[in-house]
C-alpha cells in the first residue's frame, strides 16, 4: 500500500512525538540525557541540521547545556539576558554560525521561561511552515512544553535530595511549588503535604495529615489500581504513574520517590503529582487533526466511486 506525503508525514510525526513522551520509566532518567534526548527531538521533528538547548542559569541568562550538529566548544560562551522580552528572545539568532535560517523555540512551563531551544537549517526559510502552519506551531510547541515540564521534573528531584542532605524545611520549600506534593508513610499515611494539595482539595493542610493518601488523592477506601508509591515501596526505585481520576478533575502525571533517613531506613515516598490534562488533551487534537487532513488529502486525490 502507497502512501501519500501527507501521510508519511504524519506517520513521522507521531513516531517522533510517541518517542519523545514514551521515556523509559523504570529508571530515573539523568539530568543529562534528557537535555540530549530534547535536543534530539527538536531537530528530528523540525528537520533541522543541527540543534542547541540553552538553560537559565543562575545569573538569569540562557546559556548553552547541550548541542547536537554545533561542536559545543564554539557556543559554551554564548549567553542571552532571559530578561529580555519573549519576541526579541525568538526573533533573534542565538549564535553567529553559518546557517542560512534558523528558528527559536521556548520552553515555558508554568508560564516561566526556563530555556530555548534554538534550530538552524543550510535551508533558507526552512522553518517558515512552523510560524505559517497553525497545526505544526502548536505541535512544536506541545512538544517543548512537554520537555520544559521534564527538565523542571529533574531539577525539582534534585532539589529534593539536596533538601534531604540540608535538612530545609520542607513545607516552606513546597509551598511556592505547584505541583501537589507530599509525603506518604509505609501505611499510606500522609506525613507531610505542600499548600497546593490543600488548595486542590479544598481542606485545611491540618486535615489532611495523617489521612490515608488514596481517600484525599482518589476519594476510595483502598489504593488506587496502578499505584505508584505500592510499586515504590516494593523496588525501593522511583517510579512513574499516568492517571485520569475524575476525583482528582484531571489526567496527572505522579511519581513516587523512595524517602529513605539517614540511618538508610525506607520510611516512605515523595509524591508528585502533576496536572497534565491540558497537554494530554491538545496532543488528541492535534494527532485528530492532522489525520483529518490526511484524510481529506486523499479524498481530494481518490475521490470515491459513485
Known amino acids: 500500500m502507497s502512501y501519500t506525503p501527507l501521510e508519511k508525514k504524519l506517520h513521522k510525526r507521531i513516531n517522533i512525538l510517541s518517542d519523545a513522551f514514551l521515556l523509559p520509566s523504570s529508571k530515573v532518567p539523568d539530568y543529562k540525557s534528557i537535555l540530549r534526548t530534547a535536543a534530539k527531538h527538536l531537530k ?56 542560512a535560517s534558523f528558528m527559536n523555540t521556548p520552553l515555558i512551563h508554568n508560564r516561566k521561561l526556563i530555556g530555548l531551544s534554538a534550530v538552524f537549517s543550510t535551508v533558507p526559510e526552512k522553518f517558515n511552515t512552523f510560524e505559517h502552519s497553525k497545526h505544526e506551531n502548536q505541535f512544536l510547541t506541545m512538544l517543548a512544553s512537554y520537555f520544559a515540564t521534564t527538565i523542571e521534573n529533574i531539577m525539582l528531584n534534585d532539589t529534593i535530595k539536596s533538601i534531604e542532605h540540608s535538612k530545609i524545611d520542607w513545607e516552606n520549600t513546597f ?28 481542606m485545611d493542610i491540618r486535615d489532611i495529615v495523617g489521612k490515608k493518601c488514596y481517600k484525599i488523592f482518589h476519594g476510595t477506601d483502598e489504593p488506587w489500581k496502578t499505584c505508584p508509591h505500592i510499586r515504590s515501596m516494593e523496588t525501593k526505585t522511583k517510579c512513574i504513574e499516568e492517571i485520569e481520576d475524575p476525583h482528582m478533575c484531571g489526567i496527572f502525571s505522579i511519581v513516587a520517590l523512595p524517602y529513605f533517613i539517614t540511618s538508610g531506613k525506607y520510611i516512605g515516598s515523595i509524591h508528585i503529582a502533576r496536572n497534565i490534562t491540558e497537554s494530554k488533551n491538545t496532543l488528541s487534537r492535534l494527532i485528530q487533526t492532522e489525520k483529518t487532513d490526511v484524510e481529506n488529502d486523499s479524498n481530494e486525490k481518490y475521490p470515491p466511486d459513485k
Open 44 to 99: 528530528l521533528f523540525t528537520e533541522a541540521d543541527a540543534s542547541v538547548l540553552m538553560l537559565n542559569n543562575k545569573n538569569g541568562s540562557l546559556v548553552p547545556v547541550c548541542s547536537i550538529g554545533i561542536p559545543f566548544s564554539k557556543i559554551k560562551d554564548a549567553a542571552l539576558p532571559s530578561s529580555m522580552r519573549l519576541k526579541d528572545i525568538i526573533s533573534r539568532p542565538a549564535f553567529e554560525v553559518r546557517y
Open 175 to 202: 509551598d511556592v511549588i505547584d505541583d501537589l506534593i507530599s509525603i506518604h508513610d509505609t501505611d499510606f499515611n500522609i506525613v507531610r503535604a505542600n499548600m497546593a494539595v490543600a488548595k486542590k482539595f479544598n
